[in-house]
């Protein structure tokens, strides 16, 4: 069967969609993790053209518009090569965002990406994907049934923000 989630890389002429896209779903999702739900210094650092523009550039960097039907419905950034633990970085990828607007969850959308990105990463002849999640979100338990293991932990990377909600585990998944 095919899928019904598209995979658009991003160009240029998309930028404003992949902008309004992505901040939209960081905010619908993660507006708790910043002080007075303030997320500019996120948004600031993800999704502005400065940024995709750089992103572009950078052979190591693929970036996607996830489309059902005839609506942009998330984003998707990968780094192509990452090392992690005892995997060099040619045979890690690393997923490094998955927004998906909140009104099409549960959809599957989440599900058909991971897909999408195990293709990818055998394509590459990668060994394995890794990601970070939040230790007290909902995704996790998302990562973990689709076959994710926690194989270390970490903290969201940005001073702001609030300091109980930075735990975040990292993930891993042979393909």
Known sequence: MKSPIKFEPLVPLLYDDYIKIGTTAYNQHYRHLWPYGDTSTYIENSFTKEVLLKEEKD???ALYLLKMKDDYVGILKITLDMAIAKLNKSEALYLDK?????????LGIGRETLKFIEIKARELSKKA????????GPALSFYLANNFSIIDTTKVPFENVIEKEKPMFILLKEV
């Open 98 to 106: 998955i927004y998906i607007q909140k009104e099409f969850t549960g």
């Open 129 to 136: 994907i890794f990601l970070g999640a939040m230790q007290n």
């Open 59 to 61: 052979e190591n960097t």
